[in-house]
Every structure is written in C-alpha cells, then in structure tokens.
C-alpha cells in the first residue's frame, strides 16, 4: 500500500509538472511563429473549415453572425453557401447551394440572425436577393433588391445595406423604404457594408467607399459622422480606411472592422472612438489580411471573417481600462485544483502516550514511519521518547510538536466527563484552521476508548481513529504481502 501511495503521487506531480510546462509554453513563450502579442485583444481560436477536402475549408470568409447560443454562421461567396459553427468552433451544419432557385445561393455575403423568430437572413449580391432561412437552414422565402450587401435585425425591422441606398424591409422581408442613394454627400452612402441597430431605433452604418461611420435616427436623419470620404487613396485625415463589418455589444460599444488598417475600431454611440485592437497585417494568429465581418458572442467574444486568410478568428476584446485580473486566466488549470488538494491533503497521523509508548516497546518506529512520514504528538510525548533510536532512525527527527490550548483541556473535561489525559488528546486532535480549509486528513492512534466515545458520539463525522493491535493487523500484514517472495 505504501509503494502503492507513492506512485499515485509520483504520477500526480507528474501531471502538474507537464501542465506547468503546457502553460509555461503556450501563455507565457507565446510561440512567436503561431500567434502576436496585441494589447487587450486575446486570440481564443481559428476556424479554417469543416474537413480536409478542398471543399470542406474555408474561401474567402465575408459575413459572420451569431445567435443567443454563441453559434456562428459565416458566409462563404464562393462556395455559395453558409457554414454554421458552435461556440468552440465546432461544424454543425452547411446550407444554401449555388444555383439560381429560390432558395439557391450565387454570391452570399453578409449574414444576420434572428434568434427570437428563428431566422437567417442572407444577403445574396449576385442573385440580387435577401434569402431567409430558418436555424435549421430550411428555406422560408427571398426578396428580390439590387446588390444587397448586409443585413441588421432591428426591433421590427430589418436594415439592409446596398451598393447605394440603406433598404428597410419588414421581418418577412417586405420592401417598405429606403434611405439615401450612392452618393458622397451627407445622407449618400457609397457601397456600405455593417450595420447594426442599438436599443432606441438609432442605426449605425459603415459607409464603405466614403470611409466613414454613420450614425441615423429611425427616420434615417443623420444623428452623426467619423471620417470622411477621401481626397485622394492615401489621404491621411480621412479617418478611417476601408471600414467593413459593425458589430455591437451589450454596452451598446460599436465595434468597426478597418481592412485596410487590419484592426478594430470601437467607438460610442456618441461618436467618440475607446479603443483599437489589432493592427498587425499577416497571417500569424492574431494578424489580419483584409478583415471583412464581425460578430458579437457575448461576454467580451467576437468572431471575425479574417477574409484573405481563409479563416474566422475567435478573439476576446476588452476595452483598456476594464480589464479584470482573471481576464487572460486559462482557465483550464483550475481543473487541476481538485489534484492539488489531494497533494495538499497529506495525512498528520496524531499519536498519544500509550500509542508511542507500545510502538517503542515492540520497535515499530520504522514501520510507522512507512504509514506517516511525521508523527504529531504534544510536548509530553516528545519530552518522554525524544532520544529513543531504531537501527538509525531517531524518534526526535520523525516527531512533530502539536501544540494545544490549556483552557481547551478544562472545556472538554467539563463537557464530556473525561480525564484530563483524554482531554488533552482530544485537544490535540482538534482540526487548526489551515487542516479546515485544505480539507486535511487526520488519523489519530491511542489506546484510551474514551477518545473514540466522545468523538463517535459528537454528531460529526469522525475522523480516522485506529489503536495499536488495529494499525499492526493493517500495516504490518500489507509491509509482509509487498516483501520479495524467497525462490
């Protein structure tokens, strides 16, 4: 049982250690060849397909969105179709097919989901249709609009960018307005990408080509604007480069996808910009080529159409100043708490006079010290066998002092009608502080009964009690069945 005992926790430290290394490696080398340190923003993971073949990875990922479950759905032009992942990136399931049924789809690009009324909505530029489908992916209908780009699901409507004017169609995707035209003027939108509506009708609209944010009221009046269209490719005060995907968290947080500056902006419903994230061009995890959509899955996660890196990247982003000191915590490690309390838990074998005193009569130091490396007893005991030797081994250099409070003594003699030798191992075998909150294991070896009496009939679970002839029959026999065998 001892060897037994010793290998458990060999292969306990063991694991520890290779889960050290694990996080030594993956959380604080941070290989430089796999992902790139950016401030506030923390690579979760990367979804490049479905499968090995061809058909099965992604191509030029454009739109994403997610459902109240976490659920992302990207859609995949090329492919003409839209792939459906979980929350760990997980497939699910695929629909839409290239062709030109209803139902079909040519050219998907931006995606919304309405998770309140089950539906899809995908945006289809080259079948100039907005498609709805269910959460299962069944075709429900289509409307017929010219060169839809993305849709945004409002209280009761849906909005939906165009290559010039923002089209408002009813939930079943009746056509019942339009805001503005292309055009560079205040109130024209040039090939407008995101949109995202907030809690009071406002919508917010990233004017492509005109590289700017727009903020409207529900009348489509213009609330506000950030960037400008340009005076030339490279000008340098338009603000913003080639704003892309919007999204918005429960903050009400606008969330701006820049490809040209491969990063993400976040601004307020005011206008004013709070934060950047990225910035880094490659294709290094936590780098973007053209970044395209982008998709808010709650509790500071977003999913982004890495577009020419053939991926969604799943990150988390949290504004400068609210961070949380567990915000970047890999959280895996706390599966390994309950392993490192049962390390913690080592057993304190407890001993009283009369225990130690057979123990040094029949010389099984040694045999004690297999079952417990220490020996707790009270200054008495240590006083009395402190300079006791077997075959090297000394009893001083085995025994630990516990110590005890002498009112305790005078409390238990009251309660429990015991001598004061009884009380004063009771004492002794009362839990510290520190045994409670490591959840310590005791066993404590005497020979009084009385001891047992009291602690059996207390109304709490007792702890591990044995006397002598008790830790004899189980010790000694398992110390004799893992001899060697003669030949």
Do not use: C
């Amino acid at each position: 049982m001892v060897r037994t005992k010793t290998l458990i926790i060999l292969v306990a430290i063991l694991l520890l250690t290779m889960a050290a290394l694990a996080y030594f490696y993956f959380y604080v080398l941070n290989n430089p060849n796999d992902q790139v340190e950016n401030q506030g923003m923390t690579h979760l993971f990367s979804i490049y397909g479905w499968g090995d073949k061809p058909d099965e990875l992604m191509k030029r990922p454009t739109g994403v969105a997610a459902d109240d479950k976490g659920n992302i759905y990207v859609t995949l032009p090329s492919r003409g179709k839209v792939a459906e992942f979980d929350n760990n990136g997980n497939f699910i399931r695929s629909f839409g097919s290239q062709g030109m049924a209803p139902g079909s789809l040519r050219g998907p690009i931006g995606v919304a989901v309405d998770s309140q009324r089950g539906r899809v909505y995908v945006a289809d530029r080259e079948r100039f249709r907005l498609v709805i489908f269910n959460l299962q992916g069944k075709y429900i209908s289509e409307t017929t609009i010219m060169s839809p780009v993305t849709p945004a699901v409002g209280k009761d409507r849906i909005y939906l960018s165009t290559f010039g004017p923002i089209a408002i169609l009813s939930l079943d995707g009746k056509i019942l307005n339009s805001w503005g035209s292309r055009s560079r003027a205040l109130g024209g939108f040039d090939y407008p990408h995101g949109v995202v509506v907030d809690n009071r009708g406002n919508i917010y609209v990233s004017d492509t080509n005109n590289t700017r944010l727009v903020a409207l009221n529900k009348k489509g009046d213009v609330l506000w604007t950030r960037g400008r269209p340009p005076a030339a490719v490279l000008d340098p005060k338009k603000g913003l480069n080639l704003p892309a995907g919007l999204a918005m968290d429960e903050k009400e947080r606008i969330y701006v996808v820049d490809a040209f500056d491969f990063a993400i902006k976040v601004f307020n419903t005011r206008g004013n910009q709070v934060a950047q994230f990225g910035g880094s061009a490659g294709n290094l995890e936590g780098q973007f080529n053209m970044p395209d959509g982008i998709a808010y899955m709650g509790n500071k996660v977003f999913a982004i159409a890495d577009k020419f890196n053939d991926r969604v990247q799943v990150v988390r982003l949290t504004i400068p100043g609210e961070e949380g000191p567990f915000d970047n915590f890999p959280w895996w490690l706390l599966l390994l708490i309950p392993l490192l309390m049962a390390l913690l838990r080592r057993k304190k074998f407890i001993a009283n006079e009369d225990f130690m005193e057979l123990v040094v009569q029949d010389q099984k130091l040694r045999l004690l010290t297999q079952v417990a490396k220490r020996v707790h007893v009270s200054q008495q005991v240590f006083d009395r066998f402190a300079d006791y030797e077997e075959d090297a081994l000394k009893f001083a250099d085995i025994a630990i002092v516990r110590q005890y409070k002498q009112e305790e003594i005078r409390e238990l003699v009251e309660k429990h009608d015991v001598t004061e030798n009884t009380a004063a191992f009771l004492a002794l075998a009362k839990k510290k502080l520190a045994e409670k909150i490591l959840l310590g294991r005791l066993t404590l070896a005497f020979e009084d009964e009385k001891v047992r009496e009291v602690l059996e009939g207390n109304g709490k679970k007792p702890p591990k009690m044995i006397n002598y002839q008790e830790f004899l029959d189980k010790y000694e026999v398992e110390e004799e069945e893992a001899a060697p065998q003669a030949t």
